[in-house]
Nanobody
Framework: QVQLVESGGGLVQPGGSLRLSCAAS????????MGWYRQAPGKQRELVAV???????TYADSVKGRFTISRDNAKNTVYLQMNSLKPEDTAVYYC?????????????WGQGTQVTVSS
């Protein structure tokens, strides 16, 4: 099992900032990548950002230039700095870890943290 615990969500005004963090523990194998997904009511879950253990990052077009993902491999912790937040960023944000082993690839998910952008 990989346990993922998210924190840092909350209510913020448009244009404000939040930083999410996700700590992974209990992993039996090395985690190859960690990322953030989000899901708003009535919408499908979408990828926000992902970072590999080597530091390669990928962002959704909707958050490029506003969000920054970073990772502390020693702590197995990933961060998402969210700036210039918009109401459309409102969603439950889920932390994800991906572990690759010889028999396949496995994903673990956190419980999610609510981000609400509203005036």
């Amino acid at each position: 099992q990989v346990q993922l615990v998210e924190s840092g969500g909350g209510l913020v005004q448009p244009g404000g900032s939040l930083r999410l963090s996700c700590a992974a523990s209990g992993s039996r194998f090395s985690i190859n990548a960690m990322g953030w997904y989000r899901q708003a009511p009535g919408k499908q879950r979408e990828l926000v950002a992902v970072i590999t253990s080597a530091g390669t990052t990928t962002y959704a077009d909707s958050v490029k230039g506003r969000f920054t993902i970073s990772r502390d491999n020693a702590k197995n912790t990933v961060y998402l700095q969210m700036n210039s937040l918009k109401p459309e960023d409102t969603a439950v944000y889920y932390c994800n870890s991906r572990t690759k082993v010889v028999i396949g690839t496995y994903d673990s998910w956190g419980q999610g943290t609510q981000v609400t952008v509203s005036s």
